[in-house]
């Protein structure tokens, strides 16, 4: 019920926040989210460091996920120590004292009709 | 052309099914789907924990993977130990007695037109 | 400039060709593609094996891939020994004697606007 | 804060750059992009080389990572040693001489709505 899967650093190349939304907020606000699973017994204590194109790395940011519990991150939500610009390039890395999953969504409603797009991170 | 593929274990930090559809059902109707592909000679018997992100895992639910099958499932149809809620983040661990592969689809209908995206499960 | 990378087999559980399509043929035809990726200097001699939900495989079906070249090759544009329905559930199992490297597409355009799904394939 | 992840050696099997656009340009031209991170401490030089279905791979496209630094390079963007055609497909490997990691994403707006796709490349 509970097996440990999964790897403790983690990278997200692509990170974009679309500038712009079409349809009701939360749900249909365009939005980038890393999904982190932490199927074992013990609290996984999360850094993220955010990269740029054209400056020094910031964060880390840190988030707790609790054991057996799935943590959405909205990165449009971080905001320690300083929320992440709209509309900019940027790319992730992840780190984790215990194993976790992380997989990485982008729902852009820049449009009338969103866009949907996935993929797992780069685990190591 | 019975090759031995996959792993036992995966993991999709991803999973929300969307609360509402356009289209006509069931082939439009937002799902979210693992497609379990068991390549080899023997049945996979498949347990499934679904994580939340504040309470306890629910399962294991139980399907099997006939020898040369695959099972395309939509975690909406998913009944017993109880039904998946609609509108919330969970995330998910495939176990299985054989080696099987996995990949997550979501079909997102709530707008007029549909949106996909995919990515292969962390496999280990 | 001619780098070996790659695995030798490849499974792609999730495939679906839909039934339907809108806008002009052939680029705008629902489809399916499995991407090759032959970068070294031998042929690849690829097999095909489609999984079903109901029925036992079928194939191989046969491509080859010439050294320094890649195909997308579109699961709807095979024709022996069977062509593969429109509208049903497989998976597929790709086995090449050099490595190669393969990735999975769809475009959906069962409506107005058309869908996109891509992951890479899992190798082993 | 800037841990050494990733692999030297990538493959992205799937590319095509389509022909059409629709909406505000640059942001909404439609565009493949390699989303390629590095996370270390010293510069990624990165050959990219371009395969075709039809004739000889093209490159190497050069480009430079600066430590701490991501780049979202568009494909649309190389120019030598020559233009990358639209309309046509095409495959790449890139190789850097430090470890980086690289995601590749589609951004498909020949109709009136986008379409996404996003994945990992295959690392080595």
Known sequence: MTPVIGRTRWAIPEGYIPPDSHGPAPAMTSHETACLLNAGNESANVLITIFFSDR???GPYRVTVAPR??????????REPEPIPHGVDYASVIESDVPIVVQHTRLDSRQAEEALLSTLAYGQ
Request: a neutral charge; hydrophobic letters at 30%.
């Open 56 to 58: 020094e790395p910031c």
């Open 69 to 78: 519990r799935t943590l959405h991150l909205r990165f449009n939500d971080l």
